[in-house]
T-cell receptor
Framework: GAGVSQSPSNKVTEKGKDVELRCDPISGHTALYWYRQRLGQGLEFLIY????????KSGLPSDRFSAERTGESVSTLTIQRTQQEDSAVYLC??????????????FGPGTRLTVL | SQKIEQNSEALNIQEGKTATLTCNYTNYSPAYLQWYRQDPGRGPVFLLLIRENEKEKRKERLKVTFDTTLKQSLFHITASQPADSATYLCALDRGPGGYNKLIFGAGTRLAVHP
């Protein structure tokens, strides 16, 4: 079956513009996660969804960042008034469930965001 | 704050040898520790999970150890192949009772030379 998909694969934008990044999780996965990966660094947790609610938004770096999820389906990460420090690869992952016994996370290929 | 450390320098080894990667953590008591593989331009791929009450876990040519006293995990690839060349990330999560929020190390790049 299809894995986690993300779009666009690359996004170049000018400083100050808004961007929307999309994630399509694996069908049936109730948990969805967004991470950010700066060049040469590990993954930085941004937000976690269980269904369409977000119990943990603690990783969002500022109020310029927001995310939504429709049901147990697609999620969008929006960055408003982009800054150069927002340049990174944004990764999405999904898992069968976010709680209880461990559930493996399946990652998408990421969206590479470059803010000029 | 929680901190995970992996060797930032690349590990270069000869094909057929055993590669050993290290993950150290502080200010944290994970219920699980996981290892992922990441190839350039791709998202991480899950390899192995080891629980806090397990000392060692094996999967084919992979072996992971977990020492909660030393707060360290070692990841071994035996009979390494050039195809094993990638960045390997360790990650900690909260385990049952919480949710699967992963805290990642920066990764160690492994290069296996023919």
């Amino acid at each position: 079956g299809a894995g986690v998909s993300q779009s666009p694969s690359n996004k170049v934008t000018e400083k100050g513009k808004d961007v929307e990044l999309r994630c399509d999780p694996i069908s049936g996965h109730t948990a969805l996660y967004w991470y950010r990966q700066r060049l040469g660094q590990g993954l930085e947790f941004l937000i976690y969804f269980q269904g369409n609610s977000a119990p943990d938004k603690s990783g969002l770096p500022s109020d310029r960042f927001s995310a939504e999820r429709t049901g147990e389906s697609v999620s969008t990460l929006t960055i408003q008034r982009t800054q150069q420090e927002d340049s990174a690869v944004y990764l999405c992952a999904s898992s069968l469930s976010g709680s209880g016994s461990y559930n493996e996370q399946f990652f998408g290929p990421g969206t590479r965001l470059t803010v000029l | 704050s929680q901190k995970i450390e992996q060797n930032s320098e690349a590990l270069n080894i000869q094909e057929g040898k055993t590669a050993t990667l290290t993950c150290n953590y502080t200010n944290y008591s994970p219920a699980y520790l996981q290892w992922y593989r990441q190839d350039p331009g791709r998202g991480p791929v899950f390899l192995l999970l080891i629980r806090e009450n397990e000392k060692e876990k094996r999967k084919e040519r992979l072996k992971v150890t977990f020492d909660t006293t030393l707060k360290q995990s070692l990841f071994h690839i035996t009979a390494s192949q050039p195809a094993d060349s990638a960045t390997y990330l360790c990650a900690l999560d909260r385990g049952p009772g919480g949710y699967n929020k992963l805290i990642f190390g920066a990764g160690t790049r492994l290069a296996v030379h023919p």
